[in-house]
């Protein structure tokens, strides 16, 4: 019941994906290679969410701070992304990517998160210095390992 209602955001936007003229179709392909080739630049963010990621679950002592923590790298991320997406695909093609994460997360991370921005005093306590080089598979944590597969950090 839980893996159901987990996944129907994603099988949901899979579906829509497949029809002919939905948003999100329609947005992949015209977006579709322009993102692509922006990959290894967006990838630079994924890493910077994930050296986040990492300093999160690394100090069990520090248990409390990790939903802050997660959404101020959540936050970094998305303006990473922007950054890197904006100037050469548009601002449209930021909008499949929250197709995405919405499917993902549904609206829970947006509203969860809002009130973290990345560049608050908060924020800056608590996330990695950026361009901070994550251990990935030798990380303690299971999500670092898992992202660097997506992610490619040794």
């Not at 990517?97 to 005093?121: A, D, N, W």
């Not at 608590?126 to 994550?134: I, V, W």
Request: glycine share 8%; aromatic share 6%; proline share 6%.
């Amino acid at each position: 019941m839980l893996i159901d209602f987990a996944s129907d955001g994603v099988l949901k936007t899979f579906e829509d994906y497949c029809t002919p003229g939905s948003r999100i179709r329609e947005l992949a392909i015209k977006h579709g290679e322009c993102l692509n080739i922006q990959r290894p630049r967006m990838n630079k963010c994924l890493i910077d969410f994930q050296a986040a990621v990492e300093k999160t679950t690394s100090d069990p002592n520090r248990w409390k701070e990790r939903p802050k923590t997660l959404c101020c790298a959540y936050d970094r991320y998305i303006g990473c992304n922007a950054d890197v997406i904006a100037p050469t695909c548009g601002r449209e093609a930021i909008e499949l990517g929250e197709v995405l994460i919405r499917s993902i997360f549904s609206r829970g991370l947006q509203v969860t998160c809002s009130r973290y921005k990345h560049t608050s005093g908060l924020c800056k306590s608590l996330l990695p210095p950026k361009g901070t080089q994550p251990k990935g598979p030798r990380s303690q944590s299971v999500i670092s390992r898992l992202m660097s597969t997506i992610t490619g950090v040794q």
